[in-house]
């Protein structure tokens, strides 16, 4: 019913900048959370950055604020992530993800996501 699709990623070096995006197709409308998470090998998967279908609230995980940025569009149905200061420890692979609701809670499951793009930050 809903599909996600990512584009964005790839190689770059350490203090760099690369900007993700994802937008949602399907005939079903409906308001939406949108989410990027990240997950290196042998780590867990983790939430950096979510936002309300307003757009007016916000969540950054720790090691991410005031560096990464999330916007959305929704008359296109698409989010966005600013990743500037890039550190080779954002390495990982990241997933689009979302949602029906309004608002993002820690904890929140998602019911869709994307297929996850790789970012790779060299030093």
């Known amino acids: 019913q809903v599909q996600l699709v990512e584009s964005g990623g790839g190689l770059v070096q350490a203090g760099g900048s690369l900007s993700l995006s994802c937008a949602v197709s399907g005939r079903t409308f409906s308001s939406y959370v949108r989410a990027w998470f990240r997950q290196a090998p042998g780590k867990e998967r983790e939430c950096v950055a979510a936002i309300s279908w307003s757009g007016s609230s916000t969540y950054y995980a720790d090691s991410v604020k005031g560096r990464f940025t999330i916007s959305r569009d929704n008359a296109k149905n698409t989010v966005y992530l600013q990743m500037n200061s890039l550190k080779p420890e954002d390495t990982a692979a990241y997933y689009c993800?979302?949602?029906?609701?309004?608002?993002?809670?820690?904890?929140?499951?998602?019911?869709?996501w994307g297929q996850g793009t790789q970012v790779t930050v060299s030093s």
């Open positions: 993800a979302a949602s029906r609701g309004s608002y993002y809670y820690t904890g929140r499951p998602f019911d869709y």
